[in-house]
């Protein structure tokens, strides 16, 4: 389980038009930067256009603090691209369709939900600061209650 102090793991992932990055992003590509890397369950549902929408509408400030925001989940390119249009998103959406990076950072979990049991990614937020010579994890959330989450990073991002 990646925690506090912990070395954030590597990732790469195929990115689209949101956020302007088009291609791929990697935590290398973000050094000297900090970091929000936020996971969630799938494009275009209530809880997950909410958090995308609060991430964006805090961009102009996460930016000028020297903060990238990437959110992470399994859906494809294209369905983020979707997503971000029809929301006007401006934040980066990268795509885990093989899950390797919901492994790495221990958010693919057993969930239940209505006493059906499955597997899903928790609604978690990794704070990394990756200016100095490694990235390190500097705040973790987990099982995120959407409302006020993206300032409560934000305030917490500033600190570090």
Not at 79 to 95: E, G, M, Q, V, W
Request: contains cysteine.
């Amino acid at each position: 389980m990646v925690d506090v102090g912990n070395r954030a793991p590597s990732f790469k992932a195929a990115t689209g038009k949101s956020g302007g990055s088009g291609g791929a992003i990697a935590l290398k590509d973000l050094k000297g930067k900090k970091v929000v890397l936020y996971f969630y369950p799938k494009d275009d549902t209530p809880g997950c256009t909410t958090e995308a929408k609060d991430f964006t509408e805090l961009k102009r400030k996460f930016s000028a603090n020297g903060i990238a925001v990437v959110g992470v989940s399994k859906d494809s390119v294209a369905k983020h691209d979707k997503f971000a249009d029809k929301h006007d998103l401006r934040i980066t959406l990268a795509s885990d369709e093989d899950g390797a990076i919901c492994e790495k950072y221990g958010v693919w979990v057993e969930k239940k939900n209505y006493g059906r049991t499955y597997m899903g990614i928790e609604r978690s937020t990794f704070l990394i600061d990756a200016r100095g010579k490694t990235a390190k994890i500097a705040k973790v959330w987990r099982k995120v209650k959407v409302k006020g989450h993206a300032e409560a990073v934000l305030a917490a991002a500033k600190e570090i």
